[in-house]
């Protein structure tokens, strides 16, 4: 079992920078496929970004290309998320997910772990 835990979220303004954490128990990531997708209100969990075990391979959804960055320390069992230029339109709640049984996936259906979420608020 894996535990996921993020933290980082709050209220930001549109062009400001967040950085999301997410911090595994349990298992080592190492060999996980790790993704943060999100959740706006009334709208579907939609993927954003997703790394590979060792975090050489990574996708980002057409909507954050360019702004967000993930990336992971599989030495602390961390997977972080590095927002920059928010947008009102990237508030969300934000989840850490992964999954043992996959390379990489855009589809977050996929992951078969999840944290709880972190809310991210972004103003106009």
């Known amino acids: 079992q894996v535990q996921l835990q993020e933290s980082g979220g709050g209220l930001v303004q549109a062009g400001d920078s967040l950085r999301l954490s997410c911090a595994a128990s349990?298992?080592?990531?190492?060999?996980?496929?790790m993704g943060w997708p999100r959740q706006a209100p009334g709208k579907d969990r939609n993927f954003v970004a997703t790394?590979?075990?060792?975090?050489?391979?990574?996708l980002y959804a057409d909507s954050v290309m360019g702004r967000f960055t993930i990336s992971r320390d599989n030495a602390k069992n961390i997977v972080y998320l590095q927002m920059n230029s928010l947008k009102p339109e990237d508030t969300a709640v934000y989840y850490c997910?992964?999954?043992?049984?996959?390379?990489?996936?855009?589809?977050?259906?996929?992951?078969?772990?999840w944290g709880q979420g972190t809310q991210v608020t972004v103003s106009s």
């Open positions: 997910a992964g999954s043992s049984g996959i390379v990489t996936t855009r589809n977050p259906a996929d992951y078969n772990y």
């Open positions: 790394t590979t075990g060792s975090g050489r391979s990574t």
């Open positions: 349990g298992r080592i990531l190492s060999t996980y496929a």
